[in-house]
């Protein structure tokens, strides 16, 4: 009998109630989830240091513990065990924190495995909290007993051991894992019958550093072709959709753009162009405009959305901030009220909504600009064609049912094809623009984004100079910093200055926002310094955010909650406080908000007085280009971090690196053709339950229909 994937864990000899209660709470109900818990690391006694050869970093030594003894510590409830390890070589100081029970814990005649970081910590080297492990007498039994061993993370009060047993009582039936993935004459040598069983046994059972690694290329590769396989799917689902055709009216949009009060840049008129050939089809647009800071997505999207306009349609406009709103609002409604095109505002905090409501559902209003949360609330449209969504490249497949629903389809007629009666049978949705501004290198493109088209900006506007960046320690304030500020502030130029923390916080020595505003309203007396933080009323961020965009504020005191969006061209100096805490692709989004104008901007990063800047802090002094950083983050911190923040765990993968451009090539290959196979038989799919029910998964987080 093969293992039945889907059934419970508590199916398993061995796990009780209690068991499965932990592992519930940790996302693992199904013998498959179990399967897929993979070891965090391994340890391996194999390759041990001699003390005298020990370096700092990751080690394994192999010696006896002596002189263990409980230091205490001037704080409170807080221990420190120390001991030293030999070795027939040397000797070294040993530590942990709040383990006292270590004192009691060692045979000082019998050797252990120490695994840990051998660090430079208070003027001395220590190892510093490492695993210990018995070891065996004799070299010959380190093999034998496992010199390779699984460390799983710990779930709740369940540990690694815990693992271990459960994947023990399972070691037998690991060979009828069955398989998952089809089989074509193309598939890669390792996708063969069995090839799953085999890895995710290699996975647990590893003896060496060559197995866990044969074992991580399969299940990335499987991984891959699972996401990919429903991005493919997700595309032809896309297409059983109808949405308004929306013709493009050469004439017309070139009077507008002649009025633009500058000169579209060849990106954004190829964006344009990619745009309005989508819109002409009666099938939903699905498109990606991604552009670094400052590349003038706004503009784009205001031309798209005056194309479907005067086609007699509506148009949502939806940003990540009520503050963000108010701007495109603000900036939409210059560009297009003059064209005789009604542009609302609708946030969450305004007087008149229900009004506001009934015109836009009377259609009334033809752009409609709000937060994301417009789709999820009950404001309906009378023939709305076209949503934009600004800084956000996900859409969940909850998202768009909720927009279906908002079309109301009063207009049946809207995208009928005479030629062709299918298409008239499939229900009415409006087209897609998705915007970011978070570079994503074309590497990952595919992989992440298989189901989107994509334009690119990948063009500032002219005569936009790279915002100069320092690094600058808060030693220098007074020599270099503060003159520059006064500077700027005398020709009439405005400061942003970014800080961690709203408040002085206890555990983190980071500058707050209150106190740095008394501080600079101390340095800079003459001028208007105020904050702003995410934690303010909606009304109160939007007030002081219009004051700061007009001017009356000079030196805007903020968390990153200006990160994404905000334009105001006027302010061309920004402070960033603590910046060492930030991301590469954050700390980009950040300075992003200054050079967005003629004059030429600065970014300081202030970096703790007696460190060295971290890296990523160098890279950004160098460069300004968002593919560029973003690919250095990808070689920096991997793929999770950067998108890890932006994307809030939408795309997280287990396995795949998504450097891993080989292996995404392959396996992107076959999940085509994976999907044209189950898309003209679906039944097909049937035969493949687990391969459903990653694509069903991977839907939830990624489709678009
Ligand atoms: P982002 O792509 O970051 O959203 P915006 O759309 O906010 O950028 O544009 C940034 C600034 O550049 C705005 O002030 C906008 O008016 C201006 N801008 C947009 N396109 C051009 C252009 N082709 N030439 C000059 N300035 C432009
Ligand atoms: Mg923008």
Redesign the pocket.
């Known amino acids: 009998m093969p293992l039945n994937m889907f059934s419970k864990v508590e199916e398993i000899k061995g796990v009780g109630p209690k068991t499965r209660e932990i592992m519930e709470k940790s996302g693992i109900t199904t013998v498959r989830d179990l399967l897929y818990y993979l070891p965090r690391t391994y340890e391996n006694f194999t390759n041990t240091t001699s003390l005298s050869e020990i370096k700092p970093g990751k080690v394994v030594v192999r010696g006896k513990i002596s002189d263990l003894h409980i230091v205490r510590s001037k704080r409170k409830n807080f221990t420190i065990t120390e001991g030293v390890i030999r070795d027939n070589t040397d000797a070294i100081r040993v530590v942990w924190f709040n383990q006292p029970y270590r004192v009691k814990q060692f045979d000082s005649k019998k050797d252990y495995y120490f695994t840990g970081d051998y660090t430079y910590s208070h003027g001395r080297y220590q190892l510093t909290a490492p695993r210990a492990e018995l070891a065996p007498d004799t070299e010959k039994q380190v093999t034998e007993s496992g010199s390779f061993k699984p460390i799983y993370s710990v779930k709740g009060s369940f540990k690694s051991e815990n693992f271990k047993k459960i994947f023990e009582t399972l070691r037998p039936d690991f060979a009828t894992i069955p398989d998952l993935l089809p089989e074509s004459e193309s598939s890669p040598d390792f996708v063969k019958p069995g090839a799953r069983a085999d890895a995710l046994f290699k996975a647990h059972f590893a003896e060496d550093d060559k197995e866990v690694k044969e074992a991580r290329n399969y299940l990335a590769y499987e991984e891959l072709f699972e996401l990919i396989l429903a991005a493919n799917l997700n595309k032809k689902e896309n297409q059983k959709l109808r949405a308004p055709i929306i013709p493009f009216e050469a004439e017309k949009i070139k009077q507008v753009v002649e009025k633009l ?5 060849n990106a ?1 008129r190829k964006a344009c162009f990619e745009i309005f050939k989508d819109l002409e089809k009666n099938l939903p647009m699905n498109r990606l405009l991604q ?1 670094d ?7 784009v999207a205001a031309l798209a959305a005056y194309s479907a306009i005067i086609a007699g349609y509506q148009v949502a406009f939806l940003a990540p901030t009520a503050i963000l709103a108010t701007q495109h609002a603000e ?1 939409l409604n210059d560009l297009l009220a003059p064209l005789g095109i009604s542009v609302a505002l609708l946030t969450g905090g305004m007087k008149q909504k229900k009004a506001l409501k009934q015109r836009i559902k009377d259609g009334g209003v033809d752009l409609v600009v709000g937060t994301h949360a417009l789709i999820t609330d009950d404001t309906e449209f009378d023939r709305l064609a076209l949503c934009i969504i600004d800084e956000q490249h996900r859409f969940g497949v909850k998202q768009r049912q909720q927009l279906l629903a908002k079309t109301v389809q009063k207009s049946m007629n809207d995208g009928l094809d005479d030629s062709n009666p299918t298409i008239n049978q499939k229900p009415l949705a409006p087209h897609l623009l998705m ?1 970011t ?1 978070t570079p994503i290198p074309r590497s990952l493109q595919l992989a992440i984004f298989g189901d989107l088209d994509v334009s690119v ?1 990948d063009e500032l ?2 005569g936009r100079q790279p915002v100069e960046t320092k690094i600058i320690k808060e030693l220098e304030f007074t020599d270099e910093l503060y003159p520059k500020v006064r500077e700027y502030l005398a020709s009439g130029q405005q400061v942003y200055w970014i800080c961690r923390n709203i408040e002085e916080n206890t555990r983190s020595e980071t500058v707050s926002v209150k106190k740095q505003t008394e501080k600079l309203k101390k340095v800079f007396k003459d001028h208007n310094v105020t904050f702003l933080h995410g934690r303010m009323k909606p009304e109160e961020k939007d007030k002081i955010m219009s004051e700061f965009a007009n001017g009356k504020i000079d030196i805007l005191v903020s968390t990153t909650v200006v990160e994404v ?1 905000v ?1 105001v ?1 006027n302010a061309n100096l920004m402070v960033i406080m603590d910046a060492d805490g930030y991301g590469l692709a954050q700390l980009h989004q950040l300075r ?1 908000r200054v050079g ?2 003629k004059n030429s901007a600065i970014c300081y990063l202030v970096s703790p007085n007696d460190i060295e800047p971290a890296r990523r802090l160098k890279i950004l002094e160098k460069s300004n280009d968002g593919f560029y950083l973003a690919e250095a983050d990808l070689k920096l911190r991997g793929p999770g971090e950067i998108y890890g923040s932006l994307q809030h765990g939408v795309m997280s993968l287990q396995f795949a690196s998504l450097t891993n451009t080989r292996l995404i090539s392959a396996a992107s290959a076959e999940a085509k053709k994976a999907a044209d196979e189950f898309s003209k038989t679906p039944e097909l799919l049937e035969k493949y339950p687990e391969l459903s029910f990653s694509i069903k998964k991977y839907q939830q987080l990624t489709t678009l229909n």
């Not at 009060?261 to 840049?265: A, R």
């Not at 800071?293 to 503009?299: C, D, I, L, M, Y």
Request: aromatic share 4%; charged share 15%.
């Open positions: 009060p500058f000169e579209l840049t954004q552009g800071v400052g590349s003038g997505k706004t503009a900036s915007m501004a900006l506007p002219k969006g334009n061209p992003g967005r104008g």
